[in-house]
């Protein structure tokens, strides 16, 4: 490549609108590398991104967006050691400080300097020198391109189930769990529970989704209605009627969001994982939370732990990562790729340049 040399990329440039442009492709300087990306998978947050025109934490506008992404190294800068050209590699789109208080307890998706990556909706991404050396990793012999460019929700769900405390409840007896949502994290969360054992009941309204729920392991579905309120009607499902011992939410919807705290029995938790919009809130029954001794958990994004995790469990072939793939799409298909997952006509679409 020479510096004059350009590259196809979706920018983001305001609320709903991309433009698709040839921009300089660029050079890794120290500690950096290229990555050329063969495969970036859309989600949830490129939708919000996308609708919103940016993101206070993540990006903004004009700028590269996407951030679920695997490839091969196309050249490394000065002084990199661990990765050589041609390597397959995931990168993972945050990379934490590593020395703040909450890195030094493990907690480093609450990392106070906490850095992110953009720019996978594009044919080669720069790679800058904190994530090369705390947040990228090899690809596993034999896992595809698009099924490790699912790494990093992921290792979201992963850090998400950690935080449903399984061993605390499972030590004694077989449980339920409850997952609001059957969108791509959603449905995550029913295949990686289903692994362990678990009996996993989803509710969703979409009958399509929930039928793919049910090929990913759960044990029961539930059509809801939207907007939340369906609390006493996925309580009927459970054994007894008594309720789940566990409900995640990840459906992102304040309204829902009081589903699962009021679906779960007594000593149960709720995992409060979908991100609900800023600035929206939710009544707390405080008689409910007190007395039935309910834990509440906010649980947020992934850890370099939870990242590699994930890897393993995309190797696995019992993991069917492969049925959330809606399709494929080029570059420039990025924007109908989005849009299709507003009408909720995908799941998740590859955005592919070869490979």
Known sequence: MTSTDTMQ????????????????????GPGELLLEVRAATTCGTDVKVFRRGGHPRMLKVPTLFGHEMAGVVAECGAGVSGFTVGDGVVVANSAPCLACEPCKRGRENLCEDLHYLNGAFAEYLLVPQRFVERNSHHIPEGLSFERAALTEPLACVMH?????????????????????????????????????????????????????GRQLGAAQTVQIARGGGQAEQVRNVTSGGKGAWIAVDASGVPEVWLDALSVVRPGGLVNLFGGCAPGTSIPLDTHLVHYSELTVKGVYHHRPATVRQAIDLLANPAFKADLLLSGHAPVSGVEDALRAMMRKEALKVVIQNKG
């Open 9 to 28: 990329g979706a920018v983001l440039v305001g609320p709903e609108a991309i433009e698709i442009r040839n921009v300089e492709i660029p050079k890794p």
């Open 160 to 212: 998400g189930l950690a935080a449903c405390e399984l061993e605390r409840f499972t030590a004694h007896g077989p449980i339920e769990v409850v997952v609001f949502g059957a969108g791509p994290i959603g449905l995550m969360f029913v295949a990686a529970l289903a692994l362990t054992g678990t009996q996993v009941i989803l509710a969703d309204p979409n009958p399509g989704r929930l039928e793919t």
